[in-house]
């Protein structure tokens, strides 16, 4: 249907606006359109530039990076309450080097997700939390599933 290219071949997919390499992603476009912000002093070279980026400009009070976060949130929610309305997990568990971050994702994330949640204002949207093997979560999975 169009949108950011993603990984699988595909246009437009969840992982293409809402994983960490598309954080990397829209964090170097910001700082491309913005070479006063802090994001260049965070990381002086694009090729520095990782998911962690605008979380340590954000923490310069960076209007860029708080921006580009804003909006990496407003996806995560809109991309986790499709799932909600599907399938209606009881919990939602953040994995990957994102995760890490803590409240400082999930406290902005789960505030936005209750637009997204179908009925939110009656049944409470799932618990967000992050995943408690961190960025390791996705390997230790995949080892599992071929053990």
Same mark, same amino acid.
């Given at each position: 249907l169009g949108g950011e290219p993603c990984g699988c071949g595909n246009q437009g997919c969840f992982e293409a606006y809402a994983s960490a390499t598309a954080l990397t992603r829209q964090t170097k476009r910001a700082m491309q359109e913005n070479p006063n912000s @802090? %994001?260049?002093r965070v990381a002086p070279l694009l090729e520095e530039v990782n998911a962690k980026t605008p979380?340590?400009? @954000? %923490?310069l009070n960076d209007a860029t990076a708080i921006a580009v976060l804003d909006q990496y949130e407003e996806y995560l929610a809109a991309g986790i309450g499709g799932i909600v309305n599907l399938v209606r997990p009881e919990a939602i568990i953040i994995g990957g080097g994102v995760s890490c971050q803590g409240d400082t994702l999930l406290i902005p994330l789960r505030e936005k997700l209750k637009k997204y949640c179908y009925a939110s204002e009656f049944i409470a949207p799932p618990v967000v939390v992050s995943a408690t093997l961190g960025n390791d979560a996705g390997i230790i999975g995949a080892a599992m599933l071929a053990r």
């Open positions: @802090a %994001l260049w979380f340590d400009a @954000a %923490l």
